[in-house]
């Protein structure tokens, strides 16, 4: 069975940083794909960044590339999400998904396994 946990979420202060983490288990696949995801309220769940599970395919969306950076813990099958110069926009639900149907690139990646997500909030 399948399992995603996120960690690291919290509070921060604006300019501040936080780091969260992916742990993912039960998987039994040799490639897929690991992406954050997040939804604020009022808001629809966006897409952030992948990280493919050999590390040498990653993707951060356009709006965030400088301030957000993906990498991935091939020993301990851990997606971590480094999160500088958090902004209150940044406020949101945050969730890790796994795609096990993952082509190589990003934007191919089929989400089918999601974590129950972790609060991220930004603010003074």
């Known amino acids: 069975q399948v399992h995603l946990v996120e960690s690291g979420g919290g509070l921060a202060k604006p300019g501040g940083s936080l780091r969260l983490s992916c742990a993912a288990s039960g998987l039994g696949l040799a490639y897929y794909a690991v992406g954050w995801f997040r939804q604020a309220p009022g808001k629809e769940r966006e897409g952030i960044s992948c990280?493919?599970?050999?590390?040498?395919?990653?993707d951060i969306a356009g709006s965030l590339k400088g301030r957000f950076t993906i990498s991935w813990d091939s020993v301990n099958l851990m997606a971590h999400l480094q999160m500088n110069s958090l902004k209150e926009a940044d406020t949101a639900v945050y969730y890790c998904a796994a795609a096990t149907y993952f082509p190589g690139a990003c934007p191919g990646a089929e989400y089918d396994h999601w974590g129950q997500g972790i609060q991220v909030t930004v603010s003074a």
């Open positions: 990280i493919s599970s050999d590390g040498d395919s990653h």
